[in-house]
């Protein structure tokens, strides 16, 4: 079991910024894609921002230039930097980790932190 633990979600006015992190911790073996996703009420679940091993990053076209992801190997921790925040990026952002193998590649989700920006 992979444990994901969040934190830097809350409200905000638009145009201010928020910093999410994430650290994964337990039965951690060979981390190759840490990210975020979201959730709006109504809405399916969608990709954020996501970086792998070798530190390539895919953005949702939605944030680029606004969000930066990074990642720190060391503390299995991914960190996402929310600026110039939009009501449209209320959602509740869930952290994302695939870990092992290709032949058997683990899928983990956290609980969730909650962005408002309010207008």
């Known amino acids: 079991q992979v444990q994901l633990v969040e934190s830097g979600g809350g409200l905000v006015q638009a145009g201010g910024s928020l910093r999410l992190s994430c650290t994964a911790s337990g039965n951690i073996f060979r981390i190759n894609v840490m990210g975020w996703y979201r959730q709006a009420p109504g809405k399916q679940r969608e990709l954020v921002a996501t970086?792998?091993?070798?530190?390539?990053?895919n953005y949702a076209d939605s944030v680029k230039g606004r969000f930066t992801i990074a990642r720190d190997n060391a503390k299995n921790t991914v960190y996402l930097q929310m600026n110039s925040l939009k009501p449209e990026d209320t959602a509740v952002y869930y952290c994302?980790?695939?870990?092992?193998?290709?032949?058997?590649?683990?899928?983990?989700w956290g609980q969730g932190t909650q962005v408002t920006v309010s207008s």
């Open positions: 970086t792998a091993g070798g530190g390539s990053t």
């Open positions: 994302y980790v695939r870990q092992g193998p290709e032949s058997s590649w683990s899928r983990n």
